[in-house]
């Protein structure tokens, strides 16, 4: 496998020798909806992962692949967003903002901020966790003298994606959004990552809702414009769901995807931010994240893979077992959180159980002795 510094040496290598200096556009104008209540006052590209926003992980991930250069395309909540990155420079990015209002549907998005886009270019859907090669997505792309390339990804359901019927060759023949069971001829689906000719925009109405998926990539194929399908073995997730958000972070701190933790390593798979005092007859069996100045009792049980955010005390006796806790969240005593998400300023009282599939939004408050059965959402 290739470290990143030699990845970083090939892409610049590759970009340089084409003079480019390559543009990415992040879609992260939508409201979240199937993530409520965790984006009720979060946008999804801000929700946290291994303590810190989504949107992070994802522009390190791109600088990785020495694209600096990144344009959001934001609708819901931009301040939030923008607040946090401000110019880019403290994340090492160059990061312009265009704000739509109303939504302009993802393709109309990106027409939207066109002024931005002379060169080939990149556009991500702001909430899919990857580590494709982008390099050689890249080279496939001008290798094919594709218009539009779209990473493609297999996935056991294919009905609640984008499914992307291509030829030997790689050519697409069809696009079907969101298809009916029988109407999904492969699982083979739109991986919300494509690399885009500039050219392609003036099939794009200005002003108007338009989308890639049933918009532009229908009305491509129908005028003859070469689309390709690129196939990679990639890592990929959409944390469109609570069950893929808890879903990644397990990939994650059980290493299934390279990616260093913060905080310093306090045991086998237990990273531990600054200014934390955990009791001595705590028990942490890793893989577990405890972020800055949380303070953990004694015979308190944290069980990984699970993350703890900034500030959170854990009582005396509690069991957090397969969990993600965001910050400032306080569980009293013998409180037991399973395979759940408790999200900021959550109070819990003592003795309460908190059952596996819950998601706890924001500032909920959960007396003592209650039990919140599979699945409740808060
Ligand atoms: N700026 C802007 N404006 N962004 C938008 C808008 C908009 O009007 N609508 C959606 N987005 C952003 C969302 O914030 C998200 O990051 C991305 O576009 C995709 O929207 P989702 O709502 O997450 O779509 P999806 O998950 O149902 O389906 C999409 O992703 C699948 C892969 O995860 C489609 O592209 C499918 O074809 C694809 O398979
Ligand atoms: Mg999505």
Same mark, same amino acid.
């Given at each position: #496998?290739?470290?990143?510094?030699?990845?970083?040496?090939?892409?610049?290598?590759?970009?340089?020798?084409?003079?480019?200096?390559?543009?990415? +556009?992040?879609?992260?104008?939508?409201?979240?909806?199937?993530?409520?209540?965790?984006?009720?006052?979060?946008?999804?590209?801000?929700?946290?992962?291994?303590?810190?926003?989504?949107?992070?992980?994802?522009?390190?991930?791109?600088?990785?692949?020495?694209?600096?250069?990144?344009?959001?395309?934001?609708?819901?909540?931009?301040?939030?967003?923008?607040?946090?990155?401000?110019?880019?420079?403290?994340?090492? /990015?160059?990061?312009?903002?265009?704000?739509?209002?109303?939504?302009?549907?993802?393709?109309?998005?990106?027409?939207?901020?066109?002024?931005?886009?002379?060169?080939?270019?990149?556009?991500?859907?702001?909430?899919?966790?990857?580590?494709?090669?982008?390099?050689? #997505?890249?080279?496939?792309?001008?290798?094919?003298?594709?218009?539009?390339?779209?990473?493609?990804?297999?996935?056991?359901?294919?009905?609640?994606?984008? &499914?992307?019927?291509?030829?030997?060759?790689?050519?697409?023949?069809?696009?079907?959004?969101?298809?009916?069971?029988?109407?999904?001829?492969?699982?083979?689906?739109?991986?919300?990552?494509?690399?885009?000719?500039?050219?392609?925009?003036?099939?794009?109405?200005?002003?108007?809702?338009?989308?890639?998926?049933?918009?532009?990539?229908?009305?491509?194929?129908?005028?003859? /414009?070469? +689309?390709?399908?690129?196939?990679?073995?990639?890592?990929?997730?959409?944390?469109?769901?609570?069950?893929?958000?808890?879903?990644?972070?397990?990939?994650?701190?059980?290493?299934?995807?390279?990616?260093?933790?913060?905080?310093?390593?306090?045991?086998?798979?237990?990273? &531990?931010?600054?200014?934390?005092?955990?009791?001595?007859?705590?028990?942490?069996?890793?893989?577990?994240?405890?972020?800055?100045?949380?303070?953990?009792?004694?015979?308190?049980?944290?069980?990984?893979?699970?993350?703890?955010?900034?500030? $959170?005390?854990?009582?005396?006796?509690?069991?957090?077992?397969?969990?993600? &806790?965001?910050?400032?969240?306080?569980?009293?005593?013998?409180?037991?959180?399973?395979?759940?998400? /408790?999200?900021?300023?959550?109070?819990?009282?003592?003795?309460?159980?908190? #059952?596996?599939? $819950? /998601?706890?939004?924001?500032?909920?408050?959960?007396?003592?002795?209650?039990?919140?059965?599979?699945?409740?959402?808060?």
């Amino acid at each position: #496998m290739l470290s990143n510094e030699q990845i970083v040496e090939d892409v610049l290598e590759y970009w340089w020798e084409k003079g480019e200096d390559v543009k990415a +556009v992040i879609l992260v104008g939508g409201e979240g909806t199937r993530l409520r209540p965790l984006t009720f006052n979060t946008p999804k590209s801000m929700v946290p992962i291994l303590n810190r926003p989504f949107l992070e992980h994802m522009i390190e991930y791109l600088k990785g692949h020495a694209i600096n250069d990144i344009i959001l395309a934001l609708c819901y909540r931009p301040d939030h967003i923008q607040r946090y990155f401000g110019d880019g420079s403290k994340f090492g /990015v160059k990061l312009t903002y265009v704000v739509e209002d109303p939504p302009l549907g993802t393709a109309g998005a990106v027409k939207n901020l066109e002024e931005h886009l002379d060169e080939t270019f990149f556009v991500f859907n702001g909430d899919i966790f990857t580590d494709l090669d982008l390099t050689a #997505m890249m080279k496939f792309h001008r290798g094919e003298g594709s218009k539009v390339s779209i990473a493609l990804t297999p996935v056991e359901d294919p009905t609640t994606y984008g &499914v992307v019927e291509t030829n030997a060759e790689g050519k697409v023949k069809r696009f079907i959004e969101k298809p009916s069971p029988d109407a999904a001829t492969t699982n083979m689906i739109n991986a919300g990552a494509y690399i885009v000719e500039p050219d392609v925009l003036s099939h794009i109405p200005k002003g108007l809702n338009f989308t890639f998926e049933r918009g532009l990539f229908p009305l491509l194929l129908e005028r003859g /414009v070469p +689309v390709y399908g690129y196939q990679s073995d990639a890592y990929w997730i959409d944390i469109g769901t609570p069950e893929s958000y808890l879903k990644l972070h397990h990939d994650l701190l059980m290493g299934r995807v390279a990616k260093g933790f913060p905080g310093e390593r306090a045991g086998e798979g237990i990273w &531990v931010e600054e200014g934390c005092d955990i009791h001595p007859q705590a028990e942490l069996k890793g893989p577990i994240i405890i972020g800055r100045n949380c303070v953990i009792g004694s015979r308190a049980q944290v069980k990984g893979p699970s993350v703890i955010g900034q500030g $959170c005390r854990i009582g005396k006796g509690c069991l957090i077992d397969e969990a993600i &806790v965001w910050q400032n969240t306080c569980l009293g005593q013998g409180v037991s959180l399973r395979r759940c998400v /408790v999200a900021e300023n959550v109070f819990i009282g003592d003795r309460s159980r908190v #059952m596996e599939g $819950c /998601v706890l939004g924001d500032n909920v408050v959960v007396g003592p002795d209650e039990k919140l059965t599979r699945g409740t959402k808060l």
